[in-house]
């Protein structure tokens, strides 16, 4: 899930919500779990992250964590280093 804006435009309460509407975040995950549920085995990961003036922070590791960011343009793709 991707959110993109200008501050105060509104990106938290759409990924968040609140208390009586649930946000994008709680949404997707209830989704995942409904689809995931006859199966007995299962390994998920999850990344959640920060992306602020060309800077990727990973915002599952305690006190934050700068990650760098690695492109390459032969196989066209890019790679986040330092999720957790």
Not at 25 to 53: C, Q, T
Not at 73 to 81: D, E, H, T, V
């Amino acid at each position: 899930i991707l959110v993109y804006g200008a501050t105060g435009a509104g990106k938290t309460h759409t990924m968040f919500g609140t208390d009586g509407d649930l946000g994008l975040v709680h949404r997707a995950l209830g989704e995942v779990f409904k689809i995931i549920a006859g199966i007995d085995s299962l390994v998920a990961k999850v990344a959640f992250l920060e992306l602020y003036n060309d800077k990727v922070e990973c915002l599952l590791q305690e006190g934050g964590g700068t990650c760098d960011i690695r492109e390459d343009a032969r196989n066209q793709y890019m790679q986040i280093n330092g999720l957790r």
